[in-house]
Every structure is written in structure tokens, then in C-alpha cells.
């Protein structure tokens, strides 16, 4: 098998559905304004609000709660900065609540935003996790207190795939009166997730990681929950998002929706039988591994392995001429020499955190692909061991 | 659609691909100067190891190994072939420059992983001076003038980055370095970047 790409990188972001390709190529001309009057807005309105209605079912929510924002990113910002807000005719506004509580192994649009936010003096606190990454709901009942407006906990991690237990802790946030927000942007379309269940206040999911397009997320936001827009100047998306819909996008994602209410479960199936393989024929035919991430309350599709002795970017690079596409933890490959925060919080030493792999798999993926992926691995972490400062076993 | 470029020059990808001179025998190489620098932690590490033609003043042959990424792989490939029967002090003025010239260059980003082969390998030819009781002849690193115009040395570089010069023109506010005829640009820029990561390097 010689095959030009294997694409393990679905973390990142995912091929476009061919039903969704599809339907924005058909509806391409559709360039009517959402909120005109005439005709050709009206056609664009009523596809916005059958995308609409598509993303609420999904997640067991009502169409009026989902805000269509232009990514993940701008969802989880928009949650976020909500906190500072010092107006006093703000529905966020509080006297006394100050402080906001999050993780360690947030995604950092999260952690960057609560950054900015302690700059501008709202206290911020973390919660740590343990060594499979997860949070401990004691220590949020602990960090908990009067002050605490919100709480952002991610329901499944993108680089070790752990799974927290947002119904848990939405529980906790609540008794003490806090507002409660999870970053699904990994989680919705590949696992069941329903906001009713869980009891969330806010939720936030993105288009490209489910097969839609890049440039479009959206966030559900609980009937009666405070909100403060982060873009303003607009009556769209119900005052809560400045803006004129990106109507094709949003089209996109209602269709990739779709698709994953269809195709989910079967592809879950897969996507398990998929790394298991992965993960034996890792194990059989390399020693020394680490595998990283909660064993059973973990993402259907991600493997995240860290290989003794061996560093990050060289795996992706030599993975990536023999046409394998994965990606590492460690951000050295973009340009930082910064371990992998999310590694580094789960306890493992830093040399792990430089040496993890993740191998997020796709709906595209085949047996064949994990067959060939099982046949370079070992070649690959050989090679780069054999010139390792810190791999000693080959001596024995 | 075409198929997208490698971030890394054909020379670095071939070095990267096929390694040169790796020490698979680190026990049983009989060195006469070993060099070993970075930390694993901070995400890469760096071991050179050199035998010496003693008559000749020449490396006779050079090996190395590392836990590092692609560009310091492919730097210190290149390294161990232009080495191999330098003269001990040519090989020690050898600076990221002249590799990455032979590289065909590195992205900007990359450079700083690049630094850690010449500098295992300046540690290693002092060492054999050291084994050989030549120690008159050891060249403190610290000692070498970066910036000619403004006579500014890798050692103020590195201080002025503790004392907390993050760019390029924050160096130049503190050591004037690069202000004169500013042909240093570049090895200071590999110097600040360097130093930012042997310090700064959060674990």
C-alpha cells in the first residue's frame, strides 16, 4: 500500500463531509441578507433557521437558544469576557462576584481569555486534574465560594481525549449559585451530548471538527441565562451577536449536523475498532510507550501516546513523509518550545510532555490505514531512538 | 491542487531523512573530547563526541546523538560531515551561521534548535584540551565578540536576556548590540532565542 495521505489529525480539524460540501455548493448563490424583508433575505432566514433548528435538536436545546458565533474560539471569548462586565444594568453584573473557575488542561482560548480576565482583576482559579485528566469535583466544591461567577470546565479534552463529568459538576456549580459553561468543541458530534442532561448554562461547539466548515461555531446559551454580547451593533443572532450571519457556513454546519445525528453512532463503532487496533499493534511492536488519557471516559477517536526517548516533531515529520498525518501536543512544531500544558498538568515529566503523540482518527479512516500506520510507527520511533540522548534500552 | 512545500530546505529534509555520524556506540567510541549540552526537559539535548589526529591538530572523525527536533537532527548531521578533518580551531569558530548556510537555511522559528550541535561540539574540542593538559588553550565561550562595531560579547547577550530583553531591539536598548553596521543581526537573534530557551524554558 502506498497511500498518498492518512489523514489522523480529526482533533484539529476534519475533512468536509461530501453531503456537506454538497449542500453549500447548492445553496452558494443563496446571498440574500438573513434580516431584509424581501424575498431573498426571507430564503436566506429560513435556511439559517432550519440550520438553527437542526443544531438545537441535536443537543436537546430550542432553536432560540443557540447563538451562531464565528468559531469555537469566539463562543467560548464571548462566555468568558462576559464575566468583567461592570454595568450595572448588565444581566452578568453582580455585586461581589468576582471570581471565575476553571482547568489546567483548558483549551487556550480559554486560558488566554482567563488570563486577560485576571489582568483586568477578576480572580482566577484552576482546578487541577489527575493522572488520566480529570477534574476533581471535591476541589471544585473547595474553590467554590459566594464570589464564584462562573464556571468553564471542557467536557472532552483535544489532546488526551479525557471526558470530565459535566453532569457532576454543572450540580455542584449550581448549589452554590454559579453559572456553569463547557467547552464541547470536541465532544459534540462525537459523543451523545444533551444540555437538558447535563444542565449547562452555556455550552460551545464548532463546525470543522464534525465535518462542517471552518469559520462557523455556536454556543447555546440556557433560556434566562445572564448574557452580555462580546460583538455588538446588531439585533442578529438575538442581540447576543452583532453581525451579519454567515449564512453558507451556517448552512454547513446545520448540514454537518445532520450528518452526525445520522452517522454518529455507526461511527463511533467504528472509530473504537479503529484504535483498539491502534492501540494493540502500538503496543505488540513498540516498548516503552505511554498511553495518556482516561482508559474508558475518552473520546471514540483519540489515542494520545508518548514514546520513551523520543521527541514530538521529529515523529510528526518523519510520520509525515510516509504520508501519515498526526500531530503533537508540544507546541515546538509551531514555533514555542513550551511542552504540552495538558500532559505537563496530568502529572507526567516534561520529557513526556515534549515526546506525546496524538492520533485523532476520522469517519474516512480504514483498517488498511491503521495496518500500514502499525507497519512505519515502529520503524520510525526506532529510528529516532537510535539516536536518542535518553533511550538506553536498545543497549541491553 | 499541488501538494504543499515542506516548511524545511531539500538539504535539511535529506539530513533529517538520513542522518549522518550518529553514535550508536556511545559505551565502546573511544572519544578524545565529548560535549554534551540542552536538557531534556526544556525539550532537547545534545551529545557530540570527537576523536583528534594529535599530529595533525585535526578532527578525525565526529559523532553525535540527541533528543531534539528536526532542525537540530539535520544541523548537527551537517555539522559532523564539515568537521571531519577540520582543524581544532576551525571547527571551533564554526558558528549556527555557517551551518545553516550549509543547510540552505531554516525557518526563523527552527533556527534556536539548530544551535546545539556547534555548541556540543566547542564543549567537546575544549574537552579534549582539558584531557590533553592543553587547558591554555581552552576558548571561554563567553569570550567571543558577537557584535564588532559595538564590541558586545554572547555574554552580555545572555545577561542582558536575564535581565529580561525578549527582542531584538530590546537588546539593542541594553547593549547597543547591532547598532553599528547590524550585519549581527541574525547570530544575535539565534543568541536571544537560544538564551531565552536555556533560561526561560518553563518545565
Not at chain 1, 5 to 30: C, Q, R
Not at chain 1, 273 to 302: M, Q, R, S
Not at chain 2, 70 to 85: D, P
Not at chain 2, 137 to 147: L, P, T
Request: charged content about 25%.
Amino acid at each position: 500500500m502506498s497511500p498518498k495521505e492518512i489523514y489522523m489529525d480529526n482533533n484539529a480539524t476534519t475533512p468536509i463531509h461530501p453531503e456537506v460540501k454538497k449542500v453549500m455548493i447548492e445553496t452558494m448563490d443563496v446571498f440574500g441578507n438573513p434580516s431584509s424583508l424581501h424575498a431573498s433575505g426571507r430564503q436566506a432566514r429560513q435556511l439559517v433557521e432550519e440550520a438553527r433548528e437542526e443544531v438545537a435538536s441535536f443537543i436537546g436545546a430550542s432553536p432560540e437558544e443557540i447563538m451562531f458565533a464565528g468559531s469555537g474560539s469566539e463562543a467560548n471569548n464571548t462566555v468568558l469576557s462576559a464575566v468583567t462586565c461592570q454595568r450595572k444594568q448588565c444581566a452578568y453584573h453582580q455585586e461581589g462576584v468576582n471570581e471565575i473557575i476553571t482547568s489546567t488542561i483548558e483549551h487556550p482560548c480559554v486560558l488566554e481569555a482567563s488570563k486577560c480576565l485576571q489582568e483586568r482583576g477578576v480572580n482566577v482559579l484552576y482546578l487541577g486534574v489527575d493522572e488520566y485528566g480529570k477534574v476533581s469535583l471535591e476541589q471544585l466544591r473547595d474553590l467554590l465560594t459566594e464570589r464564584t461567577g462562573l464556571v468553564s470546565v471542557m467536557m472532552a479534552n483535544n489532546e488526551i481525549g479525557t471526558v470530565q463529568d459535566i453532569k457532576g459538576i454543572a450540580e455542584i456549580v449550581h448549589e452554590r449559585g454559579a453559572v456553569f459553561h463547557t467547552d464541547a468543541v470536541q465532544a459534540v458530534g462525537k459523543i451523545p451530548v444533551n444540555v437538558r442532561e447535563l444542565d449547562v448554562d452555556f455550552l460551545t461547539l464548532s463546525g470543522h471538527k464534525m465535518y462542517g466548515p471552518k469559520g462557523i461555531g455556536a454556543l447555546y446559551v440556557k433560556k434566562d441565562a445572564p448574557f452580555c454580547p462580546l460583538i455588538r451593533g446588531g439585533h442578529q443572532e438575538r442581540g447576543r451577536r452583532a453581525g451579519t450571519e454567515n449564512t453558507l457556513g451556517i448552512i454547513g454546519l446545520g448540514k454537518a449536523i445532520e450528518m452526525r445525528s445520522q452517522e454518529m453512532k455507526s461511527d463511533e463503532k467504528h472509530l473504537l475498532e479503529l484504535k483498539a487496533a491502534l492501540k494493540k499493534g502500538i503496543e505488540e511492536n513498540i516498548p516503552d510507550v505511554l498511553f495518556v488519557g482516561h482508559p474508558t471516559d475518552c473520546l471514540p477517536n483519540t489515542l494520545n501516546v508518548s514514546f520513551e526517548g523520543a521527541e514530538g516533531e521529529a515523529i510528526i515529520l518523519y510520520l509525515d513523509l510516509e504520508g501519515i498525518a498526526v500531530s503533537t501536543g508540544s507546541a515546538c512544531a509551531s514555533g514555542s518550545l513550551d511542552p504540552s500544558h495538558v500532559i505537563l498538568a496530568i502529572g507526567l515529566p516534561a520529557e513526556c510532555a515534549h515526546g506525546s503523540i496524538r492520533i485523532s482518527l476520522g469517519r474516512e479512516n480504514t483498517m488498511e490505514e491503521i495496518a500500514y500506520m502499525i507497519d512505519v510507527f515502529p520503524r520510525v520511533i526506532g529510528k529516532i531512538r537510535d539516536m536518542s540522548t535518553v533511550y538506553k534500552r536498545r543497549l541491553q | 491542487m499541488t501538494q504543499a512545500s515542506w516548511a524545511y530546505t531539500d538539504t535539511v529534509k535529506e539530513h533529517f531523512m538520513n542522518p549522518r555520524n550518529i553514535l550508536m556506540d556511545e559505551d565502546g567510541y573511544k572519544e578524545d573530547g565529548k560535549g554534551v549540552t540542552g536538557n531534556v526537559k526544556c525539550g532537547d539535548e545534545m551529545i557530540v563526541v570527537i576523536k583528534v589526529d594529535k599530529e595533525k591538530g585535526i578532527i578525525a572523525d565526529c559523532k553525535w546523538k540527541t533528543f531534539g527536533c528536526a532542525s537540530a537532527i539535520a544541523s548537527t548531521s551537517v555539522l559532523s560531515e564539515m568537521v571531519k578533518g577540520m582543524k581544532l580551531d576551525d571547527a571551533y569558530n564554526l558558528s549556527a551561521k555557517d551551518i545553516n548556510r550549509e543547510l540552505g537555511g531554516l525557518p526563523d522559528h527552527k533556527v534556536h534548535c539548530s544551535v546545539l550541535g556547534d555548541k556540543a561540539l566547542r564543549m567537546a574540542i575544549n574537552d579534549y584540551y582539558v584531557r590533553n593538559g592543553m587547558e591554555g588553550k581552552i576558548k571561554k565561550e563567553e569570550e567571543r565578540v558577537v557584535c564588532k562595531c559595538m564590541n558586545v560579547t554572547d555574554q552580555e547577550i545572555e545577561h542582558a536576556v536575564l535581565e529580561g530583553a525578549r527582542t531584538f531591539y530590546e537588546l539593542q536598548e541594553m547593549t547597543k548590540v547591532g547598532t553599528g553596521c547590524g550585519e549581527c543581526e541574525q547570530e544575535v537573534t539565534q543568541l536571544l532565542e537560544a538564551y531565552k530557551t536555556k533560561h526561560f524554558c518553563e518545565v
